[in-house]
């Protein structure tokens, strides 16, 4: 993978155009499955991950294997995983890759079940991207197709932004039975964004929270909002 790139908050570049992609498509078996429509703080795990979407993209799809009328009241496309069901996140993301239209080369990836995420995630995984310091010397060689998080000493794969043409990389991984989604941003060549230096508010304690058991919520609900 590229360096870990420290991603400032001035010098804003311009985006281009992102689709988001929520990731509602696993089981959760730890939790007694149905992840998507357990609460925290009143609000539905899946309402949480549309609002993160939508606060950072125009556009916004779901990937998920259950039933589509689920989530007929969020007016946005539903799409199955891609080969099928049961292959993990790698499944979803390729197929939100797949389903990129023509004005987007871009995905930002934003899982049921982590929450809490900064507001300027994907502008701050785009801007490292393109960040001198996280060019290697020969682009047209060995070229940054993604971007992911690192936060309080732990990466987070899947708060992640992904060229379209990462598609055919990752089904090759997932027709190899590959499906580790860390497999993936090697081949992209991923940059890791640190994003622990700038974070100094009240909700350091709860971002990139990873929700699997009811146990989870519990816990993040006994702290502010």
């Known amino acids: 993978m590229a360096p870990t790139a420290h991603c400032p908050d001035k010098n804003r570049v ?17 939790m007694g499955g149905g992840k998507p429509f357990r609460k925290l703080h009143g609000t539905y795990l899946i309402e949480h991950a549309l609002a ?3 606060r950072n993209c125009n556009a916004v799809m779901i990937a998920s ?6 989530y007929a009241a969020y007016d946005c496309p539903v799409i199955d995983d891609v080969p099928a069901p049961g292959r993990g996140p ?7 890759l797949k389903h990129l239209g023509n004005d987007s080369d871009w995905m930002a990836v934003f899982a ?29 060689q060995n070229p940054i197709r993604a971007a992911y998080a690192h936060y309080a000493g732990r990466d987070h794969f899947l708060a ?21 989604v860390r497999a993936a ?15 100094k508010d009240a909700d350091t304690a709860r971002l990139f929270a990873n929700i699997n058991t009811q146990s989870d919520i519990d816990q993040l609900e006994t702290l502010p909002i």
């Not at 992640?160 to 580790?180: E, F, K, N, V, Y």
């Open 14 to 30: 311009s985006l281009p155009p992102i689709t988001a992609l929520v990731l509602a498509g696993g089981a959760g078996t730890r």
């Open 52 to 54: 993160n979407a939508r």
């Open 65 to 70: 294997n259950e039933n589509k009328a689920d």
């Open 90 to 96: 790698m499944a979803g993301i390729l197929a939100g």
């Open 112 to 140: 049921v079940d982590c929450p809490f995420l900064p507001n300027d995630l994907v502008s701050r995984l785009y801007q490292a991207m393109i960040a001198p310091q996280a060019t290697p010397a020969d682009q047209t």
């Open 160 to 180: 992640s932004l992904w060229h379209r043409d990462m598609a055919p990389a990752i089904a090759t991984l997932l027709d190899q039975d590959q499906r580790r």
């Open 185 to 199: 941003l090697q081949q992209a060549n991923a940059v890791k964004v640190d994003f622990t230096a700038r974070e």
